[in-house]
């Protein structure tokens, strides 16, 4: 962002930031907006969890205390369908963590032949995958810690950069994948476009064995009264002859508990088929009894949709006041820009190049600890050093407050000191 400020009005700002990061400093807070963990009050939401479940007995008469039922309760999977836009007998119900089906996955296409594969990932000479960027860490971490290389792609406000993308993907047989959060994205907030699914489902790829990994994290936390909907990955592949490209992942933990709900996974039949006959040598089924407290809580896909409402309630404040006090104190200077998500869990806030990393440390000497700068990108390495992420979920609403007027106070003495340099 270039900046809108004469060298006179730069360093009035300077002094002034210079001021105001001595007091931040003398105020010894300590405040902390790394991760994107639900807030007390959210989970508190989803306490009959914790209360006595009734009959342990399924809707098929299944005993869910008991071994079996590797596909997962269906009854929960049919509440969940809608919302991941995979119809019920090709979604499966597992554990608690959809990164943990991430991983997995990635590591059964690297031991086991995918449907379409010529051979196992290990048997290939490199394995890589487009990530767009900005991105989710923990994405970027599994490449790198099953040893696949990480091909950085572009995001704009539509998704990933679909030029680049069908072009890396079109030619370089080693390409046999791609992260996508396609809505309200974890950092940026954005919601891939009906044009960007489609050219997913229909672009040629060099690698028979390419797959998409659709991680719909956010695909009912709505911030606004106005859901965003995207197009049907998996009904689009099918459409365009590529029905085995897409496998879309989700889970519960920001809707009940983060460290207690159930993940999803949905896909073509061939690859269910895949995941069960890898899936099945590692359980022998997944925790049905939690399943069936997830669907007494939710009840129906209304039920979950006013159960997210709740949550929108709660967290539908606190981005507000980030948007507030960072157009209050960075607003018109050229200093900042940050988005404005309608969903999920994120805003992203870029500062001029050079200055993110000094933000994140002059905004943790001073007791406000924020997502490392760079985490956003592949090896953390973001060449502009420009993004930061915020995550205003967990802090109580005062404390965000806090947080987000000091880390404003930070970007001004950064990029002045920065800019007048
Ligand atoms: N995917 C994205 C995009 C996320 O942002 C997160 C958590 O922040 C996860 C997955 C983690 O999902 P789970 O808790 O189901 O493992």
């Known amino acids: 962002t270039a900046p809108a400020l004469t060298i006179e ?23 902390d907006l790394t991760r994107g963990k639900p807030s007390p009050s959210q989970l508190d939401l989803s306490d009959g969890l914790l209360e006595a479940a009734g009959p342990a007995v399924a809707a098929d008469g299944t005993d869910v205390r008991n071994y079996g039922g590797l596909q997962g309760l269906p009854e929960l999977r049919a509440i969940f369908s809608e919302a991941l836009q995979v119809p019920v007998e090709r979604l499966l119900a597992a554990g608690n963590s959809s990164l943990e089906l991430m991983h997995d996955a990635v590591v059964f296409a690297m031991l ?7 051979r196992r990932w290990v048997e290939e000479p490199e394995v890589a995958f487009l990530c767009p960027v900005p991105g989710y860490d ?40 791609i992260w996508c959060v396609p809505k309200y994205s974890n950092p940026d907030g954005a919601v891939y476009a009906d044009e960007t699914v489609r050219r997913l489902a229909a672009m040629t790829t060099a690698a028979p064995d390419f797959r998409i990994f659709w991680d719909n994290a956010y695909a009912v936390h709505h911030l606004t009264d106005e859901p965003a909907e995207i ?14 490209r897409a496998f879309v992942f989700g889970s519960t933990s920001k809707i009940t508990f983060a460290g207690g709900g159930v993940a999803f996974f949905g896909s073509s039949e061939a690859n269910i088929r895949w995941w069960l006959s890898h899936t099945s040598k590692r359980s022998i089924g997944p925790d049905k009894v939690n399943q069936l407290r997830h669907v007494r809580l939710l009840r129906d896909a209304e039920g979950l949709r ?75 390495d973001d060449p502009a050093d420009r993004l930061i992420r915020i995550a205003p979920s967990y802090p109580a609403l005062p404390e965000v407050e806090a947080a987000i007027s000091g880390l404003a106070t930070c970007v001004r003495l950064v990029a002045t000191e920065k800019l007048l340099a």
Do not use: N
């Open 231 to 244: 197009a049907d990955l998996l009904a689009l592949c099918a459409e365009h002859g590529h029905p085995d």
């Open 306 to 380: 006013e159960h997210m409402r709740r949550h929108a309630a709660l967290l539908r404040p606190k981005f507000d006041a980030v948007d507030r006090i960072l157009t209050a104190e960075l607003g018109g200077t050229g200093l900042a820009s940050w988005t404005r998500p309608a969903g999920g869990y994120f805003v992203s806030l870029e500062v001029p190049e050079g200055c993110a990393r000094e933000v994140v440390a002059k905004a943790g000497e001073a007791g406000i600890v924020l997502t490392p700068a760079g985490a956003t990108h592949p090896y953390g």
């Open 112 to 118: 086991g032949v995918l449907p379409g594969a010529q």
């Open 9 to 31: 009005e730069l360093t009035a700002q300077r002094d002034r930031a210079r001021q105001d990061y001595l007091a931040l400093s003398a105020r010894g807070l300590k405040l």
């Open 138 to 177: 923990r994405h970027f971490a599994v490449c790198e810690r099953l040893g696949v290389k990480m091909i950085p792609v572009p995001m704009t406000g539509d998704g990933p950069d679909m030029d680049v993308v069908e072009r890396l993907a079109g030619q370089d047989p080693r390409v046999k994948g």
